[in-house]
Nanobody, 116 residues
Framework: QVQLVESGGGLVQAGGSLRLSCAAP????????MGWYRQAPGIQRELVGT???????DYADSVKGRFTISRDNANNTVYLQMNSLEPEDTAVYYC??????????WGRGTQVTVSS
């Protein structure tokens, strides 16, 4: 049973920073890709960014230059460093991990709230 456990969410003022972590405890294999999505109230879940096993990254235009994804393959952990946060970044952030093209796992989400 694969479980993704997110941590690091919270309340921060605009312009501040947060770092999210997502771990997959007990998993001995490496995911092909890991990443982060977010969902604000009344809005569809959207991609924030992804990182491949080899370290290639892809970001949504709205977060480029402000957010950085990294991963620790040995520990099956993915991180999201969020800088220059804006109130529009307020959402529940979900960790995602993928094996191949069809097997996908989701975390339960962690709330990020950015006050103006």
């Amino acid at each position: 049973q694969v479980q993704l456990v997110e941590s690091g969410g919270g309340l921060v003022q605009a312009g501040g920073s947060l770092r999210l972590s997502c771990a997959a405890p007990g998993i001995t294999f490496s995911f092909d890709a890991m990443g982060w999505y977010r969902q604000a109230p009344g809005i569809q879940r959207e991609l924030v960014g992804t990182i491949s096993r080899g370290g290639s990254t892809d970001y949504a235009d709205s977060v480029k230059g402000r957010f950085t994804i990294s991963r620790d393959n040995a520990n099956n952990t993915v991180y999201l460093q969020m800088n220059s946060l804006e109130p529009e970044d307020t959402a529940v952030y979900y960790c995602n991990a993928r094996i191949g093209r069809t097997i996908t796992y989701w975390g339960r989400g962690t709330q990020v709230t950015v006050s103006s």
